[in-house]
């Protein structure tokens, strides 16, 4: 009997250490959505056999305010700016514009940077939010040194592997989804994280194994000043 009790009590505490450890995760990044501004840097890894590499993404935010976002992608430079619901989005072969004007016609087939900055610019999470998403699609959650890591969920994976998909359309279907999160929290504010994902996403009937890594550094808090040009702010209006 006491043995049980014992080993009740540790199922019980192992709970509530990995229900705690997802609590800091959403607490740190609450405290980062409360600060004044920061300045992110987002950069993904496609794997090996992938054909595309893209880019960083670079992005400024301040509370209640604006958010800026610069994309690159070999030659190509975009740039978002979004405040609210609204978003003007800029190319090296437009001037701003909203996106009704960047998506006019469909924007065209082939490469697009244009079409992709308007999905980025409409997809776009915050660290702050999208840090506090993913604890919310992991499982358990557990310190490990001087971070905090677990598995997605299935629904969780999928999720990610379906992300950027046209709004308004089919969404692509994805089978054997897989994932894992880390994020790194310092002084109770996150400052890093990561999520890895595998699966097959299924396309106009085209299949695709997918292997992607995204991370997210976090600087500059409360010291980021974010600057939007003129002809940007007349978009929005």
């Known amino acids: 009997m006491k043995k049980n009790i014992i080993l009740g009590m540790m199922v019980l505490a192992a709970g509530s250490v990995m229900a705690d450890s997802k609590d800091d995760v959403k607490a740190a990044a609450t405290a980062l959505g409360n600060e004044a ?14 054909p595309f590499q893209p880019g960083p993404t670079d992005g400024k935010t301040e509370k209640n305010g604006y958010t800026t976002v610069t994309m690159s992608s070999g030659d190509n430079t975009s740039e978002a700016v979004l405040k609210g619901t609204n978003a003007a ?21 082939g490469f697009n940077p244009g079409m992709m900055i308007v999905r980025t610019a409409q997809n776009l999470k915050t660290p702050a939010v999208e840090a506090a998403n993913l604890a919310g699609l992991a499982g358990d959650l557990k310190v490990d040194g ?8 299935e ?15 089919t969404p692509p279907t994805v089978a054997n989804p897989k994932g894992t999160v880390t994020f790194w929290v310092a002084d ?8 890895h994902v595998t699966g097959t996403v299924s396309r106009g009937g085209n299949d695709m194994d997918m292997d992607r890594t995204t991370t997210v550094v976090i600087s500059n808090v409360g010291t980021t000043k974010v600057e939007v040009p003129d002809d940007a702010k007349k978009k929005l209006q």
């Open 37 to 50: 501004n920061y300045t992110w840097q987002t950069t993904m890894d496609m794997g090996a056999n992938s």
């Open 89 to 109: 989005v800029k190319t090296a072969d437009n001037g701003w514009q909203t996106v009704a004007e960047a998506t006019q016609g469909g924007g065209g087939g």
């Open 146 to 153: 001087d971070k905090i890591t677990g598995a997605l969920t």
């Open 155 to 169: 629904d969780g994976a999928k999720a990610q592997l379906s992300f950027g998909g046209r709004r308004g359309g």
């Open 188 to 195: 109770g504010k996150l400052v890093k994280y990561s999520f």
